[in-house]
């Protein structure tokens, strides 16, 4: 019976490529010469600092633009509201979210039983294991998974047997 297992993980040598391409374009772009804009990140936690919530913002685009070209998933990134720093400077704090939790896995396991589609899926160890009769529906699956707007991991497909 074809399967597949479903996982959020992702690829910390590409992330750190990411940021260091934003902190690159960061200092060289026009709208942030003079200030002491930085991206900072440290043991999953993320950092970006900056004279103004202007350039807090520019900075998260910037890098949410280079995690997209180097095939990191924008919702893996779980940012907090933007907070003063005192001296007149902005920071925003952040994680990286990876693997899928129990919650989590209960929740997307919910959502397939409610899809009524024919596969089984169970939750092993930050993984869901999805198996049914047919590939196609596996696929469908994934991408409705992909779409849904409860699940909120950026989601992979990993180990698909025929």
Same mark, same amino acid.
């Not at 992330?15 to 942030?32: C, G, M, P, V």
């Given at each position: 019976?074809?399967?597949?297992?479903?996982?959020?993980?992702?690829?910390?040598? &590409?992330?750190?490529?990411?940021?260091?391409?934003?902190?690159?374009?960061?200092?060289?772009?026009?709208?942030?010469?003079?200030?002491?804009?930085?991206?900072?990140?440290?043991?999953?936690?993320?950092?970006?600092?900056?004279?103004?919530?202007?350039?807090?913002?520019?900075?998260?685009?910037?890098?949410?633009?280079?995690?997209?070209?180097?095939?990191?998933?924008?919702?893996?990134? &779980?940012?907090?509201?933007?907070?003063?720093?005192?001296?007149?400077?902005? +920071?925003? &704090?952040?994680?990286? +979210?990876?693997?899928?939790?129990?919650?989590?896995?209960?929740?997307?396991?919910?959502?397939?039983?409610?899809?009524?589609? +024919?596969?089984?899926?169970?939750?092993?160890?930050?993984?869901?294991?999805?198996?049914?009769?047919?590939?196609?529906?596996?696929?469908?699956?994934?991408?409705?998974?992909?779409?849904?707007?409860?699940?909120?991991?950026?989601?992979?497909?990993?180990?698909?047997?025929?």
């Amino acid at each position: 019976m074809p399967s597949f297992d479903l996982v959020s993980d992702i690829d910390m040598g &590409e992330l750190k490529n990411a940021i260091d391409q934003a902190k690159r374009e960061i200092s060289t772009r026009y709208d942030f010469k003079g200030s002491d804009a930085s991206v900072e990140y440290e043991k999953d936690k993320l950092v970006i600092e900056a004279a103004n919530e202007y350039q807090v913002k520019a900075s998260v685009d910037i890098l949410r633009t280079k995690m997209i070209k180097r095939g990191i998933g924008v919702k893996a990134l &779980e940012l907090d509201e933007i907070s003063p720093t005192g001296n007149q400077r902005f +920071k925003v &704090e952040g994680v990286f +979210k990876s693997g899928i939790d129990k919650e989590k896995g209960k929740k997307i396991n919910k959502i397939i039983k409610e899809s009524k589609m +024919k596969v089984s899926s169970a939750y092993m160890d930050e993984k869901i294991r999805i198996t049914g009769k047919k590939i196609d529906d596996l696929q469908e699956v994934f991408q409705m998974l992909r779409t849904h707007d409860d699940v909120g991991l950026d989601l992979q497909m990993e180990n698909m047997k025929r």
